[in-house]
């Protein structure tokens, strides 16, 4: 009997939020996915078991470069960060796309800036998405869900539930160490920490030593109810993050910069930078990093 029919799809495997092979966030991108069903979308994510795996299509909307779909290893998500940076990665690198162009993805079209870092380096940024900021959530029922003490959460910050087209809950700790000691509890995944289905829990402190004219964070984020237990670079949660600083008076409401360092738990330093640009219509957040290629491989499908 002859073999059945294969269908082959190659991808790329990228880390992203970082300069430094095998740090930052690893991502897969399919750059011709026309063909795989939902379904078959959803077992490759699965079966690599990365944060999230990314199929790109011809577009919808003739002002994007391409059209991106995030899985994680669990669902489609409207909207991610990390995969919207190393996307933006792939697709300029194979349409010679620079400047400014626009991916589409389940939220909308994602404006993408590209330039350079100080040393060269190719950096990429997201403009994010309109933001949603929704009920706040007990600081004891945080703290109990993270293995924490209340005392390790910022008394002027109550945790609040933000999105950018995927929704996340924001606790304000008081330290980096307590950003240390927050444990990814089964109970994340189990228990509503609100009225809508979020898709983590982003714990964060300023970075020390403080002062009053460095912004930077230090953070963590833990996403078992996706499959992720802690992701190393979350870049959906940093235009909330700004958001939500904002709303409660942590950052000036004037053009800023500043970074947010995560993954160093889990020996994956990332590495997110922020620009705030204040203008007539309110503040435009947006979120860049740099990418490295790492990998590429084929993924074999039966036959159709």
């Known amino acids: 009997m002859a073999p059945e029919s294969e269908r082959r799809y190659d991808y790329q ?7 430094t092979r095998f740090e930052g966030n690893p991502l897969a991108v399919f750059p011709f996915a026309r063909g795989p069903s939902d379904v078959e979308m959803q077992c490759i994510a699965g079966e690599l078991n990365l944060s999230e795996t990314v199929f790109l299509l011809e577009p919808v909307d003739a002002r994007a470069a391409a059209k991106a779909r995030i899985f994680t290893p669990r669902r489609e998500l409207d909207f991610a960060g990390h995969p919207t940076i190393g996307t933006a990665f792939v697709v300029s690198n194979l349409k010679a796309q620079r400047g400014r162009f626009a991916l589409e993805e389940n939220v909308g079209l994602v404006p993408i800036d ?6 060269g380096y190719p950096m990429f940024w997201l403009t994010t998405p309109p ?33 950018a087209g995927s929704p996340m809950l924001f606790v304000h700790l008081v330290s980096m160490e307590a950003v240390d000691r927050a444990a990814a509890r089964p109970e994340l995944a189990s228990q509503p920490v609100g009225s809508i289905d979020s898709v983590g829990t982003y714990v964060f402190a300023r970075k020390e030593p403080q002062s009053s004219t460095s912004f930077d964070v230090y953070a963590r984020m833990f996403a078992p109810q996706t499959g992720i237990a802690e992701d190393p670079a979350t870049g959906g949660a940093i235009g909330p993050l700004a958001g939500y600083l904002l709303a409660h008076g942590k950052l000036p409401r004037k053009p800023l910069a500043f970074t947010s360092e995560q993954g160093v738990k889990m020996g994956r330093r990332s590495l997110l930078h922020v620009r705030i640009d204040a203008g007539t219509g309110g503040e ?21």
Do not use: M, Y
Not at 114 to 119: G, I, S
Not at 132 to 152: I, M, R, Y
């Open 114 to 119: 590209t330039d350079t870092d100080a040393d």
């Open 131 to 163: 933001l949603k900021f929704f009920e706040t959530v007990d600081p004891v029922h945080c703290a109990k869900l993270l293995g924490l003490s209340v005392d390790d959460i910022t008394p002027e910050c109550q945790p609040q539930l933000v999105s």
């Open 13 to 19: 495997l990228l880390d992203v939020f970082t300069k």
């Open 284 to 304: 435009t957040i947006k979120v860049g990093g740099c990418v490295v290629a790492i990998a590429h491989g084929t993924f074999v499908l039966n036959g159709a």
